[in-house]
């Protein structure tokens, strides 16, 4: 029970760090489009595309790439439960 508790609460903190990631870089990507004034603008975390942001008259309009940003969560996640693998691991060797 212990053990799968670690492994929810890991997917958990991977999930919630990706969040994090995801709304800084949305943030700077508004900051950029509207310092630079392009008509489309695409928000990238390490090439992955997760949002896409279309000029209308006055203001931005964002929508989510769907699939990459569940695709960036899930790495994020995946690395979340390999850390606390290794941690697990480095504590059962001691």
Not at 13 to 31: K, Q
Not at 64 to 86: D, E, K, N, R
Request: charged content about 10%; proline content about 1%.
């Amino acid at each position: 029970m212990k053990k799968n508790f670690k492994w929810i609460l890991a997917l958990l903190v991977g999930f919630i760090v990706s969040m994090i990631i995801m709304s800084i870089a949305i943030y700077f990507g508004y900051t950029s489009a509207y310092s630079t004034n392009v008509d489309s603008f695409v928000v990238k975390i390490f090439g992955i595309p997760i949002y896409e942001l279309v000029k209308t008259v006055t203001k931005y309009v964002g929508t989510s790439q769907g699939i990459y940003m569940g695709m960036f969560c899930g790495i994020c996640m995946t690395i979340a439960v390999i850390i606390q693998t290794i941690i697990s691991k480095m504590k059962h060797n001691k």
